[in-house]
């Protein structure tokens, strides 16, 4: 079973739809959530972050983290085309500098 | 922001040659950076952590004589693939953490792909 399971899409929505992203993780010692966007052939880059549960907003993002399920979400309201790329979450516990990675899932916003 | 760069970009080698990849913080002091592989349709996979003046710390399964990892300075570290074979041709994106930061703020470059043929 991997760390990290994350649905590699691709999700294809329309133009101001509320997109929901998912991960599942296994290791109760994460303790920071992440989620990172990434253009194609680019790195990625850091949309959110989140220390133990609770809820996050930033704008049209919102990111939840359920501890309990082992759940964590990233909410996309009134999604645009230039949000279409693939969105992958990391996770780490304390004291450590390594991330772990889902596989990313692929979103595109259609006009 | 913080910015890192990545040489070069893309990379074309031939079986059997070695490839310097590097990694270069230009607005920050790194004093640790990482680096990734990245397959198609697959996660970041941590190849290796690298600290300024010391030795880099490989993840289980990296072959360190493979994969030579040299963190000179402050700014830049490199990444060398000897003896390049098709199967390590992959997506390779470094990381640099803020040491004035905390675990998530890494900050990623735009990634090098090589290709061995």
């Known amino acids: 079973q991997k760390e990290v399971e994350q649905d590699p899409g691709p999700l294809s929505v329309p133009e101001g739809a509320i997109v929901s992203l998912n991960c599942t993780y296994s290791?109760?010692?994460?303790?920071?959530f992440m989620w990172y966007r990434q253009y194609s052939r680019k790195g990625p880059e850091l949309l959110m972050y989140?220390?133990?549960?609770g809820n996050k907003e930033d704008g049209r993002f919102t990111a939840q983290v359920d501890k309990s399920s082992k759940y964590i979400s990233l909410f996309i309201r009134d999604s645009q085309p230039s949000d279409s790329a693939t969105y992958l979450c990391?996770?780490?516990?304390?004291?450590?500098?390594?991330?772990?990675f889902g596989t990313g899932t692929r979103l595109q916003v259609f006009p | 922001g913080a910015v890192v760069s990545q040489h070069p970009s893309w990379v074309i080698c031939k079986s059997g040659t070695s490839v310097k990849i590097e990694c270069r913080s230009l607005?920050?002091?790194?004093?640790?950076m990482f680096w990734y592989r990245q397959f198609p349709k697959q996660s970041l996979m941590l190849m290796a952590t690298?600290?300024?003046?010391?030795?880099?710390?490989?993840e289980q399964g990296v072959e360190k004589d493979k994969f030579l990892i040299n963190h000179a300075s402050l700014t830049l570290s490199t990444l060398t693939v000897t003896s390049a074979h098709p199967e390590d041709s992959s997506f390779y994106i470094c990381?640099?953490?803020?040491?004035?930061?905390?675990?998530?703020?890494?900050?990623f470059g735009p990634g090098t792909r090589l290709t061995v043929t």
């Open positions: 990381s640099a953490r803020d040491p004035g930061g905390s675990t998530y703020e890494q900050y």
């Open positions: 290791n109760s010692a994460f303790q920071y």
């Open positions: 989140t220390y133990s549960s």
């Open positions: 990391a996770m780490s516990g304390l004291n450590t500098d390594k991330l772990i």
């Open positions: 607005d920050f002091q790194a004093t640790t």
């Open positions: 690298s600290n300024e003046g010391s030795k880099a710390t490989y």
